[in-house]
């Protein structure tokens, strides 16, 4: 993330204290009789998931000033995963301790953990999201939007009462902070009892004097960081150490489990129909993604098209997206299509496989099992069987009457569980086997100033 979004940046020379030493008390365990609790993280949080930090000894603005080569990232932006720290959080949302999260950081991490999005401010964007200019409707994408600065996107509201162009919602350095990030914020320092920053050096303005309402108002600050902070003096208690060893022995202190991340990514497959010929017929195979034929579907590397009941048709091998297969076939001859996806680096399994019929007769007939019902019977069948490649359709909706359908699909393409005595994420993955699945059915379970500078 910080890679990416540092060279996208405008240019700007003062970027504040980079470089400074780390330094590390004991484990101690933070405990908390807290009425409102407020988390405020920054980029130390995201650095065990394989982001590199800003401001730490090898951040990325540090080995800048420094004139020295920045680190390559451990996986791509787009598949990178919630941290320990992020699922505590979440955890803690859930059971009903923790009321908000205000976010300084662009991964959009936090919204996968499964932090609500009304419970959330993100102060300074997200690179996974875009927002309507006409409707003010968002969108959460699974690829890296490619703009920053409240640039237009060239997509569009797909609202048919709207049709407004889509902005990033990323910060660059002079632009305010939006209304609707920053006013909840504000509320939530106000009433919060306690107030808890998580890998933040806290200095830049105005989001790093939003713990400090808490404090005006009687709360209390704690902050939790590698390095000292221009706010320590402030704090009820300062902890110098691993964001998430401190957070992990918080929730053993609450005997609370750290649930695993389940990643599903969605995929859509079409199937259409435009010969007018009595004996053969062309059809039309697209893979893409659910955001639009011309949305890219970062965690594919390939697909593989084959025919099993069909010899005498061609296997069909899609490396370049869209992925787009054209072919033309006898009407009389119903057959199995077979398509393999093949997963990208990052991903915890290698492929999936979906079979469906070629019906020349496009009699399949539509339904809609409801996402977010999908999602979670997934999810439980992950964790319960502790493995990836799981897939089950969502919908299937015709195109037209003559033209053809198609249905989109969830897959299980990530889970990793934290421990919180070994403190190292476990990545689980389908042990390199690749399988043919059948498609798993639903049916078988139910004041400051706004603009963002560095604090002198």
Avoid at 167 to 190: F, G, M, S
Avoid at 291 to 320: M, Q
Avoid at 346 to 358: A, I, R
Wanted: aromatic share 6%.
């Amino acid at each position: 993330m910080s890679l990416g979004y540092a060279e996208k940046l405008s240019y700007r020379e003062d970027l504040g204290n980079v470089g400074m030493s780390e330094l590390f008390d004991p484990s101690d365990i933070l405990q908390s009789k807290s009425k409102h609790l407020v988390a405020f993280t920054g980029a130390g949080i995201s650095t065990s998931c394989g982001i590199p930090d800003f401001r730490g000894p090898t951040g990325i603005w540090t080995l800048q000033r420094e004139g020295k080569p920045l680190p390559k990232a451990e996986m791509p932006f787009h598949r990178a995963m919630p941290g320990l720290t992020h699922m505590a959080l979440a955890e803690l949302e859930k059971v009903g301790f923790l009321k908000f999260v205000i976010s300084q950081n662009i991964d959009g991490l936090h919204l996968r953990s499964g932090i609500p999005r009304e419970k959330l401010a993100e102060l300074h964007g997200n690179s996974f999201r875009e927002i309507c200019s006409s409707c003010g409707k968002e969108y959460i994408r699974d690829f890296e939007v490619e703009t920053i600065g409240l640039k237009e996107t060239g997509r569009r509201c797909s609202d048919l009462n709207c049709g407004g162009k889509l902005k990033d919602t990323v910060l660059d350095w002079e632009d305010a902070l939006p209304p609707k990030e920053i006013n909840p914020a504000e509320k939530h320092c106000k009433m919060a009892d306690l107030v808890i920053c998580l890998g933040t050096s806290l200095q830049i303005t105005p989001a790093c004097n939003l713990p400090l309402k808490s404090v005006r108002a009687g709360g209390k600050l704690v902050i939790i960081n590698l390095q000292a902070t221009p706010k320590d003096k402030k704090a009820a208690l300062v902890i110098h150490g691993q964001v998430d060893q401190v957070i992990a022995g918080v929730l053993k202190c609450l005997n609370l489990k750290i649930p695993p991340f389940v990643r599903v990514d969605r995929v859509r497959i079409s199937l259409s129909f435009s010969s007018k010929k009595k004996r053969a017929m062309k059809w039309k195979l697209r893979i893409s993604g659910v955001h639009g034929f011309k949305a890219p579907l970062p965690f594919l590397e390939s697909v593989e098209v084959s025919f099993p009941d069909r010899p005498d048709l061609k296997i069909a091998v899609l490396k370049k997206q869209p992925f787009l297969l054209i072919r033309e076939t006898l009407r009389s001859k119903s057959f199995i299509i077979s398509v393999k996806l093949n997963f990208g680096e990052g991903c915890g399994c290698s492929s999936v496989e979906l079979d469906f019929p070629m019906d020349s007769q496009d009699a399949m007939e539509d339904f809609d099992y409801g996402l977010e019902n999908v999602i979670q019977s997934l999810r439980n069948r992950a964790v319960e069987f502790s493995t990836c490649g799981h897939v089950s359709p969502i919908l299937r909706k015709r195109i037209s009457e003559s033209i053809g359908t198609f249905t989109d699909y969830a897959v299980v393409t990530s889970l990793v569980k934290h421990e919180c005595i070994a403190l190292k994420p476990v990545v689980l993955t389908s042990n390199g086997i690749t399988g043919k699945r059948c498609i798993e059915s639903l049916e078988d379970e139910a004041g400051d100033s706004p603009k963002r500078a560095r604090e002198s």
